[in-house]
């Protein structure tokens, strides 16, 4: 494994923001078991972040692989022997059946050719006055809330104006809508209780064992479900005749061979892929972002003096969003350090080998981009926020396969362009016009659930900007 020792000047003075203390694999397993809220970052032994392939003891057997090479072969898997991992399948299945997000091989080739042209709705420059719009409305909402001193929780705050953002892009139409508001709030509610990788079923289960969800995911599903046929309804009423968004695209999307479009069931499942991939991961990486920045005022001096450099106090235009590298910096040193899919689970389709290392059928092979974003042999001061360590001359260094918040190979994110304008324009208008005091700092600290967030939400006041 490559070793990277990047230059950092003052690494000394460096902030370190919330993270579990690395320890040994029997005081990991004890401090996740006390904690009991699912907490697998506080699981992760401190040989995980020191060591290229790690096993871990459990009866369906765990690896740990961190070397980017591996990673890429692993996520390239151009002889299909690494699929979703089943744990992860099984929990999002309820939500988005077999959908692109969790299907393998020839069934997942056949929806990507078919919902391709539905991407092209997430093109920076198309979608950024659906990303204005959403903004300028949640910034009259935070002015009340600023007037009022009123507390507020940031993860909701950040979580509602991302789905907006992708409520008007997929429906063209505002989160203000009943039926969409009501899909918000399942998200939320689906999130914070499935079972995605269960600590139990991970360390006793067998690979491709069902594991049951509580039932109000269930629950939560089924009316997500339900509301987003409400929302198809009268645009398959339309035919072909469809407004030009994710919806319509993905109901006039024909696979080129048969000529066959999504039946009902798969349009809400290809649409509930595209709400919950399209808002939720944007705003855990914003709600990090944004409370680094109350615990660190020379960040917040840093990024507003590049904004009113290049924006004044005019809009920030696409044009502006596109060049405000420190900023931008920001959102992506946040997502090295809480990378928006905290792991990425496959599971060995067959025996087969990984680095010299016999790896038996069922094996889970955890591709784990909190433990690469913060590997010792990666990374200089890894667990150190640092947004210079992406300045041109030191981000050329880093290792091909060492920085995957999106993912990489086949299945990289195709919202990733989208995701990084949009929250370096949210960061740019926060930043320009607020101040934010986090209520209680100490007590904030990651958990890993299908998206990297705080283990209780982060109660904060929002001020108007004091200098």
């Known amino acids: 494994m490559t070793t990277l020792a990047l230059p950092d000047a003052g690494a000394e003075a460096l902030y370190r923001p919330?993270?579990?203390?690395?320890?040994?694999?029997?005081?990991?397993?004890?401090?996740?078991?006390?904690?009991?809220?699912?907490?697998?970052?506080?699981?992760?032994?401190r040989e995980a972040y020191t060591e290229p392939l790690l096993a871990l003891a459990a009866r369906r057997g765990v690896l740990y692989v961190n070397e980017p090479a591996l990673v890429h072969r692993i996520m390239l898997d151009a002889e299909e022997i690494f699929p979703k991992n089943d744990?992860?399948?099984?929990?999002?299945?309820?939500?988005?059946?077999?959908?692109?997000f969790v299907s393998s091989g020839e069934r997942?080739?056949?929806?990507?050719?078919?919902?391709?042209?539905?991407?092209?709705?997430?093109?920076?420059?198309?979608?950024?006055?659906?990303?204005?719009?959403?903004?300028?409305?949640?910034?009259?909402?935070?002015?009340?809330?600023?007037?009022?001193?009123?507390?507020?929780?940031?993860?909701a705050a950040m979580a509602s104006v991302t789905a907006d953002v992708i409520c008007r892009t997929i429906f063209s139409q505002t989160l203000a809508g009943g039926t969409a508001r009501e899909v918000f709030h399942a998200f939320v509610e689906f999130e914070r209780h499935v079972s995605n990788v269960d600590l139990v079923q991970l360390l006793v289960g067998k690979p491709w064992a069902e594991v049951p969800q509580p039932p109000r995911v269930l629950e939560a599903c089924r009316l997500i479900r339900q509301r987003v046929d409400e929302l198809l309804a009268p645009r398959l009423a339309m035919g072909d005749d469809q407004l030009d968004d994710i919806?319509?695209?993905?109901?006039?999307?024909?696979?080129?061979?048969?000529?066959?479009?999504?039946t009902r069931e798969?349009?809400?499942?290809?649409?509930?892929?595209?709400?919950?991939?399209?808002?939720?991961?944007?705003?855990?990486?914003?709600?990090?972002?944004a409370f680094i920045m109350s615990q660190r005022p020379s960040l917040v001096t840093r990024m507003?003096?590049?904004?009113?450099?290049?924006?004044?106090?005019?809009?920030?235009?696409?044009?502006?969003?596109?060049?405000?590298?420190?900023?931008?910096?920001?959102?992506?040193?946040?997502m090295r350090l809480y990378p928006p899919i905290t792991f990425i689970p496959r599971v060995a389709a067959r025996d087969t080998e990984i680095g010299g290392r016999a790896v038996r059928r069922g094996?889970?092979?955890?591709?784990?981009?909190?433990?690469?974003?913060?590997?010792?042999?990666?990374?200089?001061?890894?667990?150190?926020?640092?947004?210079?360590?992406?300045?041109?001359?030191?981000?050329q260094q880093v290792p091909p396969g060492a920085y995957i918040p999106f993912g990489i190979g086949p299945r990289i994110c195709v919202g990733a362009a989208f995701a990084t304008l949009e929250a370096t324009m949210i960061l740019a208008r926060f930043v320009r016009r607020y101040d934010v005091e986090a209520l209680d700092p100490a007590a904030v600290r990651p958990i890993a659930r299908l998206t990297t967030r705080p283990a209780t939400e982060i109660r904060v006041r929002v001020h108007r900007r004091r200098d």
């Not at 919806?247 to 999504?262: H, K, L, N, Y």
């Open 247 to 262: 919806v319509g695209a993905t109901i006039t999307a024909r696979d080129p061979e048969t000529g066959e479009g999504f």
């Open 108 to 155: 997942w080739r056949h929806q990507r050719r078919m919902i391709d042209p539905a991407f092209s709705h997430m093109r920076v420059h198309r979608s950024y006055p659906a990303m204005v719009a959403a903004v300028d409305d949640h910034e009259a909402w935070l002015d009340a809330q600023a007037a009022s001193g009123a507390p507020l929780s940031l993860d």
């Open 18 to 45: 919330p993270a579990p203390v690395p320890t040994s694999p029997v005081r990991a397993l004890l401090r996740a078991l006390v904690r009991g809220e699912r907490d697998l970052l506080s699981l992760v032994p």
């Open 363 to 395: 094996t889970m092979v955890m591709i784990a981009p909190w433990t690469i974003h913060r590997h010792e042999r990666i990374w200089a001061n890894p667990d150190r926020f640092d947004p210079d360590r992406w300045a041109p001359e030191r981000e």
């Open 304 to 334: 507003r003096a590049e904004v009113d450099a290049l924006c004044g106090d005019g809009p920030v235009e696409f044009e502006h969003a596109k060049r405000l590298a420190f900023v931008r910096n920001v959102f992506r040193e946040t």
């Open 87 to 100: 744990l992860m399948v099984g929990a999002l299945q309820p939500l988005v059946g077999d959908s692109i």
């Open 266 to 289: 798969e349009l809400i499942d290809q649409i509930g892929v595209f709400f919950l991939a399209g808002h939720e991961t944007t705003a855990s990486v914003l709600t990090w972002c």
